[in-house]
């Protein structure tokens, strides 16, 4: 029988793949828990490695809330990529240089490294990165809405909703949305038609995709604000 079966293995970039699913759902500590199973040795690219690498450190930050280390960490990762206008995973790391100032309540810092992913994101592969260029956009829309500058993180949501919808997919469809919807809320009242159009379009995403950690957080808005699908 040994002759005849062959192993069923995972080649590094399904297992990848993987935890890029477990993240989209923030899912940090399924993420870790597979990237532990991954001999890092064992990958044929370099991509491969920056990937993992970005990966555990993105995982380690939310589960951690160490955001120094990851600072640290994230700039290890733009060290050791040469050329840094090429890789996806530079430019990730930058995204998530950003993301981790915001969390530590430094937005001037941050809006430094969003900037630089925004003038980066147009020499982005889309057809090759699409979901990690939904991802940073996602980032970019919900960094402007929490600095109050609507306009702009609607120009990159609808960038974004825009890009889902050429390429037939509804990654972050629920973030997106949802943020798109406070945005006009903030602006225009929580009882805007429009508003809670996209704030329930945000919540069915979240429930469709299985995302707990976004249905909470935004079940509870709804809640507060009385916002139901009788819209």
Request: charged fraction near 25%; glycine fraction near 4%.
């Amino acid at each position: 029988m040994d002759d005849i079966m062959i192993e069923d293995e995972q080649t590094p970039e399904q297992l990848l793949t993987q935890a890029d699913q477990l993240t989209e759902v923030f899912d940090y500590q399924g993420t870790a828990d597979l990237l532990n199973k991954i001999d890092r040795e064992s990958f044929f690219t370099n991509e491969d490695k920056f990937h993992y690498s970005f990966l555990k450190i993105n995982a380690t930050m939310w589960l951690t809330h160490d955001f120094d280390t990851s600072i640290f960490d994230f700039n290890r990762i733009l060290d050791e990529i040469t050329d840094k206008k090429q890789s996806i995973y530079a430019l990730l790391a930058v995204c998530q240089l950003g993301t981790a100032y915001l969390s530590k309540e430094q937005p001037k810092q941050a809006a430094y490294y969003f900037d630089q992913v925004a003038s980066l994101l147009d020499g982005i592969d889309t057809e090759k990165y699409l979901y990690w260029t939904l991802f940073m956009l996602d980032n970019l829309t919900n960094f402007w809405s929490k600095q109050r500058q609507f306009d702009k993180s609607n120009s990159y949501g609808h960038q974004a909703l825009a890009l889902a919808r050429d390429h037939q997919t509804v990654l972050f469809m629920e973030t997106l949305n949802f943020t798109l919807g406070e945005n006009i809320a903030y602006t225009k009242g929580w009882d805007d038609k429009e508003a809670r159009q996209y704030l329930i379009q945000g919540w069915s995403f979240a429930h469709f995709a299985g995302n707990q950690v976004a249905l909470n957080i935004m079940s509870q808005l709804m809640r507060e604000h009385h916002i139901t699908g009788d819209w």
